[in-house]
């Protein structure tokens, strides 16, 4: 059994900061303004600047998207698909056989981040683990198709999700996803991601990701601006 230290993330495409022309453009069509020439990269930020100072998160936003694969349990996956304006594609388990060579003929589980590692509590959650894995394998072993014997799966169970959406949407996502108030595990993925989507586009997700990592430090002790 291989147990991975936590949920990951990897960008697979952004749109580029050129972009920035692009969520202008939709915004000037209904403004019907212009960018002074030769002013034009630095007064279409500022044009977005203020959009996003006047309201919420405004719609031109919507015109750019962010790819992202994560790698998380089951339970984080089944959470991050409530997102309605998203596309996603996810590993299987029902066609997915962890008995396989290519799967090193085990099952990957991602540990809890409130589970520490040398505690009672991580010796009890990994034998359970060891224990469906077993349990797994028995009935694959026993006739059972792999869209059976997954039934006995932790829900820790390592899954792979590809998740593509505007960053209107991201913003959403990251707002409701990185909250005190959201699942630690959640927590801990999409503050990576918004770690590294932040250094993109600092004018819309930087003020979020300050606030929030503070909040992520005295709760787990952990700074992404130090990691």
């Not at 900061?17 to 000037?28: G, N, P, Y």
């Not at 594609?89 to 799967?103: I, V």
């Not at 913003?171 to 770690?195: E, I, N, Q, W």
Request: aromatic share 10%; charged share 25%.
């Amino acid at each position: 059994m291989i147990i991975l230290d936590g949920p990951s993330h990897d960008i697979l495409h952004v749109s580029p900061v050129s972009d920035t022309w692009l969520m202008s453009e939709a915004a000037r069509v209904c403004y019907k303004s212009s960018p002074r020439k030769g002013h034009e990269k630095e007064d279409n930020l500022n044009l977005l600047k203020r959009l996003i100072d006047q309201e919420d998160i405004p719609t031109p936003f919507e015109h750019s998207m962010l790819s992202v694969r994560f790698v998380c349990d089951r339970g984080v996956s089944h959470e991050l698909v409530r997102h309605r304006l998203a596309s996603f594609n996810q590993e299987s388990t029902r066609y997915c056989n962890y008995s396989k060579g290519k799967f090193g003929s085990e099952i990957t589980v991602v540990k809890p981040i409130r589970i520490h590692t040398n505690s009672i509590a991580y010796d009890i959650w990994k034998t359970q683990c060891e224990q469906a894995e077993q349990a797994y394998f028995d009935l694959l072993d026993a006739g059972i198709a792999p869209e059976n014997a997954r039934s006995v799966l932790p829900t820790c169970v390592k899954t792979e999700i590809i998740m593509s959406t505007n960053l209107r949407e991201w913003y959403h996502v990251f707002d409701l996803r990185t909250s005190c108030k959201a699942h630690p595990d959640m927590r801990l993925m999409m503050m990576g991601l918004l770690f590294d989507i932040q250094m993109c586009f600092p004018y819309l997700f930087e003020e979020l990701y300050h606030e929030r990592n503070k909040e992520f430090i005295k709760d787990f002790g952990i700074d992404f601006d130090n990691r």
